[in-house]
């Protein structure tokens, strides 16, 4: 019995020995080139190497220091090859590395422990020469698993001009583009940028390099260069966790940097009303009728339309014929930044009123942009459009001031004659006739400054009372300062503006507007009175913005208050009112009378 135990135990012992023999590991580095161009990727594997797979990792590797040198990259290695009727098994793992200056570096030791025993790999050293590849397309010419790149459309673009910036992440494994993580955008210092939202299904296979890769772009920009000369792109950056046989860890993967030349917008040719759009635009101008009546309000439309940078585009102004009131424009932006660009349009509707009958001519409107493509300033022109206006017409002095002409053209001839006469001796009549001509003109005199005065009498008509002017003269002073009168009434109480406000909220529903935006306009002046003690005869939307903010009344609400003053006047004369919603316009009212009350 003792024998067999002794036997038993000396042939476990042989058995663990021939195994432990016949299991040969070792723990390998290597480096697929020694010698590359700044920019370039190089690549450093590390591998187990043994006849059997039996083997336990007690500790994943530890990765080698690599001072001066940028990991891009990690791919897993799996191979077995047969030497001689052997086979060998070689697990690893493969970094890609790029240096960020020439020179010479040295990718040191890793480091790993198996079935109890730690494996040392040796260093690799690479020298790192400032020729050959350049940043823009060292990336396609690698062999890593993971890169990231960055590519614009045009590198001399000009200033404003419509620029794209593609950020794409390539993978050899589709399941690489899964992982990341952490997306960081580089600087943009120098450009006005406008992300876009990139299509969900967007990844593809791309050939880079005569190999394939799954390629998904993880970011683009359209950005608009904001200054002439040289405008750098930083790197963009992205984490991509990366499985291993010894666990998984996030990499930082970094772009190549880009490099813009701005140019100059060009001098010569430029218009004067340029503001500085850059693309390829269109214009339309248009009215919504052409024959209206006195007081009643037209709308003026003028729209900006097509593909480039629509933040520097100012719309021009119109030129309203005398007589023809032109109330403050509202502008519509209606631009979004599309896959293919920044498209859309920028739109402005002005309202004119026209105070007396007759035909107006409104001159044509001007936008010039500059147009990239064709390197050229164009400028694009409406037509005039002409307006009829029934209703009672201006005071016409033409008639008056014919009449006067033709007075001063008959003293002038008498003049003449008398002078005449004198030359040739006949002035025995001269002092009567003279005398006579000279009452004559004086009197004539007297006559057209009466006539000149009742003239401009007639076209100052004196202000009337609220209830028998027009609303429109009433509510919309010809300028700024003007004073203008409002229905007096003997007291201003909270009570009273309470329940105006409650009526005010009743007419959200009402058919027809305009009966809301009367009455919200008196909400507005009465608790502007309360507050400033300002009566009928000096109030003035100036001199009561003073008087609040001088109570104590915040600037916000001041500007609230005018704001809603003024949209509530135009609101009353616009064809088919404003499109707003008269909810949030009551809740603004409300808030603002609010607060005037309180102070």
Known sequence: MTTARVLNSFLVFALTSITALAQQITFKSDADKTQVSLGEAFSVGFFIESNTDSYTIDQPMKYPPHKGLQIVGEQRSQNVSYINGRGIIEDGIILAFVAEKEGKYRVGAAK??????????????????????????????????????????????????????????????????????????????????KIVKSSPENIKQEIVAGKQYFS???????????????????????????????????????????VI???????????????????????????????????????????????????????????????????????????????????????????????????????????????????KYITLKSDSIQLNVSGSKNADSTKTLTSNKTSDSTILEKFDEIKNDVKEGKSGWLWLTGGVIILSAGGLFLMKN???????????????????????????????????????????????????????????????????????????CNVAMKNTNTDLANFSDEIIAEKLLKNGVSELAVEQWTLLLNNARQAKYAYGGLNQNLDEVFEATRNVAEELMRK
């Open 112 to 193: 790993i422990v198996i079935n109890g025993k730690t494996y040392t790999s040796k260093p690799v050293d690479v020298v790192v020469k400032g020729t050959g590849l350049t940043h823009n397309n060292y990336r396609s010419n690698t062999s890593q698993p993971v890169f990231l790149q960055s590519k614009v459309s045009k590198t001399n673009p000009y200033v404003n001009e419509q620029v794209s910036l593609s950020v794409k992440l390539y993978a050899k494994d589709l399941s690489y583009l899964n992982r990341k993580q952490n997306f960081r955008q580089g600087n943009l210092d120098g450009l006005s940028p």
């Open 216 to 258: 998904e772009e993880v970011a683009r920009y359209y950005v608009f260069p904001q200054k002439p000369g040289k405008i750098e792109i930083d790197p963009f950056s992205v984490d991509v966790v990366l499985p291993t046989t010894y666990g998984a860890e996030a990499v930082e993967v970094r772009s190549n940097p880009v």
């Open 261 to 375: 030349n701005a140019k100059e917008l060009p001098e010569n040719g430029r218009p004067k009303n340029f503001s500085g759009a850059v693309g390829q635009f269109k214009m339309n101008a248009s009215v919504d009728k052409k024959e209206v009546s006195t007081n009643e309000s037209i709308n003026f439309d003028i729209e900006i339309v097509g593909t480039g940078n629509f933040n520097t585009i100012n719309l021009p102004e119109i030129n309203a014929p005398k007589n023809l009131e032109k109330f403050a424009p509202k502008k519509r932006d209606a631009y979004k930044t599309y896959d293919t660009g920044m498209k859309g349009k920028v739109a402005e509707q002005t309202v004119l009123v026209p105070n007396y009958g007759g035909e107006y001519t409104i001159s044509p409107v001007e936008f010039s942009y500059f147009d990239p493509a064709k390197e």
């Open 450 to 524: 009466k006539n000149n005065s009742t003239e401009k009498e007639k076209s100052e008509p004196k202000v009337k009372p609220i209830n028998e002017q027009k609303n429109f003269e009433a509510f919309q002073p010809k300028i700024e300062t003007q004073k203008f009168t409002l229905v007096e009434k003997p007291i201003i109480n909270s009570n009273q503006i309470s329940a105006e406000l409650e009526e005010l909220k009743q007419k959200i529903k009402a058919e027809d507007q305009k009966d809301f935006y009367q009455l919200q306009e008196n909400i507005l």
